[in-house]
């Protein structure tokens, strides 16, 4: 290369480097003008409160944010499709985002506006709107009872649970359905309100199983109830004893959220039929009498009903207990359910044979021939009872025409709640026979005062009194 050439390539390499150094000098000045111009503006792809608010002062921001976040309606979604639309002058909506957007703007470096240009969406949030709570609130219910009725054409998501089949019982794998949340979801929404949110999708608050098939307290509740399906669980009322149905037992049987328990309706209803079957308050009672043989005595004051609420209530706990056990209702009335209402002591008393016969332990111990009610006042039948024992009584009430009338009596036993009782009666000259339909009582069971006096001092309060 000759030396003039040599001259010219240092020349143009000089002229390239200046040209170069020109252009970086107007690259930097520029783009130092343009960060002074991001030192009162927002930087590129800002967004707040899901509103863009690149190159903006902060009152432009503020005005843009309020307007958008005005005129647009917080959206529901629901299976990607707008489910509803509520206006935010509905939630009592105020804002004031100067101080949040000043504060954001001071954060900012200027200088960084070149790679916020080509980098990703800065997204940011600031606080200013406020909401009525009252009014969200009540939004917030009409929301909840939307949602919930939406929820009734969904799928519902189910429990692991343990489900009866023809070998016993087994568990049932947990399902997902596409129900919401109903809780949660209404919350997220208030929250999101509240926050300045423009929308949320209540797929994302879908109903989750809470038990699944592989949890441990299930499969205890599942071998819980395969044991309790095989006890033994009987009844002994009114003298009869029988055994419950084991398969009524499967059916009771139920899972509920993983703890056993028993389908209260279907217990009800059996401790019901039990009572329509065996209440003596409502139904008459078979007796085998001494001179009629057998006769059906209508209920009367010496009875039991069964309590059904508290009697579900014990058959419950102590099927839920797994071991054999005979039990007895549990019953309101004059006596229980656990023996024959009728055993080996009573007194009878025929009226049609106007007698009365006292049974102690199965045998006579005193009979007599009675009196009972004239035609007006019979006496009325039912199984009745010895509720008290007094001497000396003045017993009074009406006669027919309407006059009253005071008979004392040395020995008093009432069995019913009308005043009708046993007593003596010196004024009746005789007894048996049909004197009841002439000289016949105002209802009471007239008897010889000797005999009286005897069955007075044998009796026990509590002992049933059979009127037929």
């Not at 059996?270 to 079957?277: A, R």
């Not at 009841?436 to 009796?459: I, Y």
Request: proline share 4%.
């Amino acid at each position: 290369m000759t030396r003039n050439e040599k001259r010219n390539s240092r020349s143009r390499t000089r002229i390239g480097v200046i040209i170069v150094l020109g252009l970086l000098v107007v690259l930097i000045g520029g783009y130092a003008v343009r960060s002074t111009y991001y030192a009162q503006r927002f930087l590129p792809n800002t967004v707040v409160n899901g509103v863009k608010i690149n190159n903006l002062t902060v009152s432009e921001a503020n005005r843009k944010i309020t307007r958008e976040l005005t005129d647009s309606p917080f959206l529901i979604k629901i299976d990607n499709e707008n489910w509803k639309e509520i206006n935010r002058k509905d939630l009592g909506w105020q804002n004031d985002y100067l101080p949040g957007l000043k504060e954001l703007q001071k954060k900012q470096n200027p200088f960084s506006w070149g790679m916020q240009l080509v980098s990703a969406a800065d997204t940011k949030d600031v606080d200013g709107n406020t909401l009525d709570e009252n009014k969200l609130n009540a939004v917030g219910e009409a929301v909840r009872a939307e949602l919930t009725q939406t929820n009734t054409t969904r799928t519902a998501t189910e429990n692991a649970k343990v489900a009866r089949t023809d070998d016993g019982f087994e568990i049932t794998p947990e399902k997902q359905g596409n129900t919401i949340d109903v809780d949660a979801a209404v919350t997220a929404f208030k929250e999101a309100a509240q926050n300045g949110k423009h929308t949320i999708d209540f797929d994302d608050y879908l109903a989750k199983p809470t038990i699944t098939k592989d949890d441990a307290d299930l499969k205890k509740t599942m071998d819980k109830m395969n044991a309790v399906a095989k006890i033994k669980a009987n009844y002994s009322i009114n003298g009869e004893n029988f055994q419950i149905p084991s398969a009524d037992i499967n059916s009771w049987l139920v899972d509920e959220n993983g703890t056993m328990t028993l389908d209260k309706e279907k217990v009800t209803a059996y401790v019901t039929s039990l009572g329509e079957k065996y209440n003596t308050s409502s139904k008459p009672t078979e007796f085998n009498s001494t001179r009629r043989g057998k006769v059906s005595v209508p209920a009367g004051t010496y009875s039991w009903t069964i309590d059904t609420s508290a009697e579900v209530e014990a058959l419950t706990k102590q099927i839920l207990e797994g071991k054999d056990f005979t039990r007895s209702p549990v019953v309101t009335g004059a006596t229980t359910a656990d023996k024959p209402l009728i055993d080996k002591t009573y007194i009878e008393v025929d009226l049609q044979n106007q007698h009365m016969w006292y049974y102690k332990d199965g045998k006579v111990a005193l009979e007599t021939d009675i009196v009972s009610g004239k035609p007006s006042s019979p006496t009325p039948p039912g199984v009745n009872y010895v509720w008290s024992k007094e001497t000396n009584k003045t017993l009074k009430g009406k006669n027919d025409d309407g006059s009253d009338y005071a008979s004392p009596v040395k020995y008093w036993m009432p069995i019913d709640w009308t005043g009708v009782g046993l007593h003596d009666s010196d004024w009746q000259p005789e007894y048996g026979g049909e004197l009841w339909k002439t000289r016949g009582s105002h209802g009471c069971v007239n008897t010889p005062p000797a005999v009286m006096a005897q069955l007075f001092d044998m009796v026990e309060v509590g002992t049933p009194v059979l009127v037929f």
